[in-house]
């Protein structure tokens, strides 16, 4: 089966610390994308980070990073120097390359991440 | 350049009428994805689409569900008879081909009463 866990249904960060969410994965396939997206109060899909299976390197985008460990097929994200506007729900997603022509997004449950002034 | 446009951002039925919700995509975008967010869930893929076909329909209900994507026009997400199970918000994502990024739509919110 294909899904996505994140174990982590709410998360809190005091302002400009760090915060690392959490996300595991299930695929047989080699080939494929992980995502994070970011999903604030206006429920707007955002795009936060996205990792290609076959790098081995880290992705990093700003304040965010992942750590990507295929073998043990987790994806965390990392929030460095945490902002008010960080505040959020938090998707972790991956995607597929080789399923046909279809490229779906499976989709963890999210973490609610506060941010405390 | 405007961005992937969904209509109407927020939509209210009654229990047994029909919800017609139409996604946008970016300009040069021929690939359509509907995903439904249940309250407190993630997204679940429901169907995919490119240009007057359905490629999968996999994730949509058996019954009353139905989406389109014609020539001309937006793509849009039926659901006939609706109940209260329906309440969701239908995110519509676009994308250029199958190898490239979907982008979001703002989503529609529906609510059955």
């Known amino acids: 089966a294909q899904t996505v866990t994140q174990s982590q249904p709410e998360m809190s960060v005091q302002e400009a610390e760090t915060v690392t969410l959490s996300c595991t994965y299930d695929?047989?396939?080699?080939?494929?994308?992980l995502f994070w997206y970011k999903q604030p109060p206006s429920r707007q899909m955002i795009l936060v980070i996205r990792?290609?299976?076959?790098k081995q390197q880290n992705a990093t985008e700003n304040r965010f990073s992942v750590n990507f460990q295929k073998a043990a097929k987790s994806f965390s994200l990392k929030i460095s120097d945490s902002q008010l506007g960080d505040a959020a729900m938090y998707f972790c997603?991956?995607?597929?390359?080789?399923?046909?022509?279809?490229?779906?997004?499976?989709w963890g449950l999210g973490t609610s991440l506060a941010v405390n002034p | 350049n405007a961005g992937v446009m969904q209509n109407p951002r927020h939509l209210v039925r009654r229990r047994g009428q029909e919800a017609r919700l139409r996604c946008s995509p970016m300009?040069?975008?021929?690939?359509v994805y509907w995903y439904r967010q249940l309250p407190e869930e993630g997204l679940k893929f429901m169907v995919y689409l490119q240009k007057e076909n359905i490629i999968d329909e996999s994730g949509m209900p058996k019954e009353r569900f139905s989406a389109e994507f014609p020539k001309e026009g937006p793509s849009i997400l039926r659901i006939q008879q609706v109940v209260r199970g329906d309440s969701a918000a239908y995110f519509c994502?676009?994308?250029?081909?199958?190898?490239?990024?979907?982008?979001f739509g703002p989503g529609t919110r529906l609510t059955v009463l």
């Open positions: 695929t047989s396939e080699s080939d494929y994308y």
């Open positions: 997603a991956y995607r597929i390359l080789n399923a046909g022509n279809n490229r779906k997004l499976i």
């Open positions: 300009k040069g975008h021929s690939h």
């Open positions: 990792q290609e299976a076959y």
């Open positions: 994502a676009t994308a250029r081909d199958v190898y490239n990024e979907q982008f």
